[in-house]
């Protein structure tokens, strides 16, 4: 909005009369915004509001007037719960080893995409490592749970094939992390490698053309010219992701996970839901979802401000 | 261009890795097409190990879609959510992402604080819950048509696609209002089409593949959508006892159904992506990580 300093008595009156002109001369746009406006506020605001639970002794039947306000008790309860520790510390360590190979597998995809230089052959192949992505996590879990089945499933099959002992790989707490981890990268990588290859096609091909004519090999070309193009939009994404650690992959373990690999793979979410859903303790869940929505806007915030630091032009807000 | 020979065993390398990966990926689908199609006494016979069919039997399919099955009931819930809410979602989306692209709207720094910030604190899973309850929307048909419509993600990439259409399209819609509606319809929107089927697949998949929300409203069985039936299959290894009364005789293998039923409920989707693949290739989401 312009400043108007020092103007007349008389143009400072119409100012009112300005600023509804210029608003009503975009009436068209504020009437396309209400839609949305309407349903940001029904179903992202009034849910913040729904937080206060949080604060009570929640009670389904008599609702938020018959509620007595039970202060920072759920937190204490919480704190106090070793279920609730382990769902927290799970969240950490699954999101973390998550980032690192959901952040590493993408590039080299990319990178090795790249290198391809019969057009079909790189069709094909971008296509086949996509289509995990469009299928739900009931679709992939469903097929990893049978793939890892004991008697039946194929990968006991090869196990049994180099000498192993064939298992029941979904209950074994020692494997359990490391399954959450490489079936997210099979099911992301390819999609994930998009933005990437993207990033690549818009790098500058007389670059190219000049590392040739120096001698660059292939794979120099890669180490010095390719790597340090992408190298702001590597960045700039790991950081953002690191916002978003609280959340370690609620559709992927709920899913995959059961009572047996609870100590190693149960996280917030699942925690949030079975404490909330399923035994009904409404505050409670709510409670821990406060917690997590906190920390996870300081990381979002902390994240974003270092990424605009390294490149003011990225960061989402 | 010659090659080195270092080069060459780099790029035959290159070739075998990715080959093998993409192998990789695409068995597990490969393999569950193969068991949903191969009678259950060939696939006993070779231990499980059955990657190509030598005999096909469609048993598995026959059950699970025999006349009055459940699947039937969900398949349409899903199909009407998805074409609903693609619509809607695609609505309220796109108005909003052409509003906020015109820099001298009144306040638009504000109202685009007012949506982001939805990107970086929610209620969380328990309050949103309150919410739907308090809303009256659980185990409805609408609930899961409504909670999934918006996503501020999507408008940033559809907001950024119409700050790079020229300035001049802007102007010439803002001389009166009646042509101002005709210009988006006639002219803006057509030349939007990378971006709406992009975001429009964004949303469809995120329609068609939701079952946490399905979990979380509805309980009835008669409005649960196609994804919560198979996880209820594949979940508690037993079908919902709607489907077992419809079926009449014992029921085949259940990993054989299991198989068939992941094939049933992924295979849209499967079949649709690879149309719009070519959108998302044009580049379009290299302007949309940056808001």
């Not at chain 1, 039946?152 to 959450?180: D, M, S």
């Not at chain 1, 699942?270 to 409670?284: A, D, H, K, M, P």
Request: charge should be positive; include cysteine.
């Amino acid at each position: 909005m312009e400043l108007i300093v020092g103007k007349k008595k008389s143009e400072r009156e119409t100012m009112p009369g300005r600023t509804m002109r210029r608003i009503w001369k975009f009436k068209l746009l504020y009437v396309l915004l209400l839609p949305a406006f309407l349903w940001v506020f029904l179903f992202d605001y009034l849910p913040l509001y729904g937080i206060s639970i949080a604060f009570m002794d929640y009670n389904v039947i008599k609702g938020f007037p018959g509620s007595e306000w039970a202060g920072l008790k759920h937190f204490q309860a919480l704190f106090d719960s070793e279920m609730f520790r382990n769902a927290f510390r799970n969240t950490l360590i699954i999101s973390l080893y998550k980032m690192i190979s959901g952040f590493l597998c993408p590039i080299l995809l990319a990178l090795a995409l790249n290198e391809i230089r019969r057009a079909w052959f790189k069709k094909t192949l971008q296509t086949a490592v996509y289509l995990p992505r469009f299928v739900s996590w009931v679709v992939y879990g469903g097929i990893i749970t049978i793939l890892l089945s004991p008697e039946t499933g194929l990968v006991n099959k090869v196990v049994e094939l180099f000498g192993g002992n064939p298992a029941y790989l979904l209950v074994e707490p020692a494997y359990f992390r490391t399954i959450l981890v490489v079936t997210d990268a099979m099911k992301e990588m390819g999609w994930a490698a998009i933005i990437y290859i993207a990033a690549i096609a818009g790098l500058n091909p007389e670059v190219y053309e000049a590392a040739i004519v120096d001698g660059a090999t292939r794979f120099k070309r890669i180490i010095h010219v390719t790597l340090p193009g992408i190298a702001g939009t590597i960045v700039v994404l790991f950081i953002l992701r690191v916002g978003y650690v609280m959340s370690a992959g609620l559709d992927q373990v709920i899913n995959l996970y059961n009572p047996m690999v609870f100590e190693v793979g149960d996280i917030l979410d699942t925690y949030i839901y079975r404490v909330g859903i399923e035994q009904f303790n409404l505050s409670l869940a709510a409670a821990a979802d406060v917690i997590k929505g906190v920390i996870g806007l300081a990381l979002v915030l902390t994240a974003n401000r270092i990424a605009k630091r390294i490149d003011p032009e990225s960061g989402i807000f | 261009m010659k090659l080195t020979r270092g080069e060459n065993v780099f790029v035959t390398t290159n070739y075998i890795v990715l080959t093998l990966l993409t192998l990789i990926i695409i068995l597990p689908f490969w393999y569950v097409i193969s068991v949903s199609i191969t009678p259950y006494s060939i696939f006993s016979e070779k231990n499980g190990l059955v990657l190509f069919p030598s005999s096909v039997s469609f048993q598995y399919y026959d059950y699970l879609l025999q006349k009055g099955s459940l699947i039937y009931a969900a398949y349409g819930n899903t199909v009407r959510n998805t074409v609903v809410g693609v619509v809607l979602a695609l609505f309220l989306t796109a108005t909003v992402a052409y509003a906020l692209s015109e820099k001298k709207l009144p306040g638009r720094k504000i109202i685009i604080f007012y949506f982001v910030f939805t990107m970086l604190f929610k209620g969380g899973l328990i309050p949103t819950y309150i919410t739907v309850k308090e809303l009256g929307l659980l185990n409805t048909n609408y609930v899961l048509i409504l909670i999934m419509a918006f996503s501020a993600f999507n408008m940033i990439i559809m907001k950024s696609f119409f700050e790079s259409l020229p300035e001049s399209l802007r102007e010439s819609a803002a001389i009166d209002g009646a042509s101002e509606i005709r210009v988006l319809m006639n002219i803006v929107l057509p030349i939007s089409m990378p971006v709406i089927a992009s975001v429009g697949l964004l949303y469809m998949v995120v329609y068609w593949n939701d079952f946490f929300n399905a979990l979380l409203y509805v309980t009835d069985w008669n409005k649960a959508p196609v994804q919560l039936v198979l996880r209820s299959i594949i979940v508690s290894s037993s079908l919902p006892p709607e489907l077992l009364e419809t079926a009449g005789t014992t029921p085949p293998p259940t990993i054989g159904i299991q198989m068939a039923a992941i094939v049933i409920v992924a295979l849209p989707m499967l079949i649709v992506y690879p149309f719009v693949q070519k959108f998302f290739d044009q580049g379009m989401m290299v302007g949309s990580v940056k808001g």
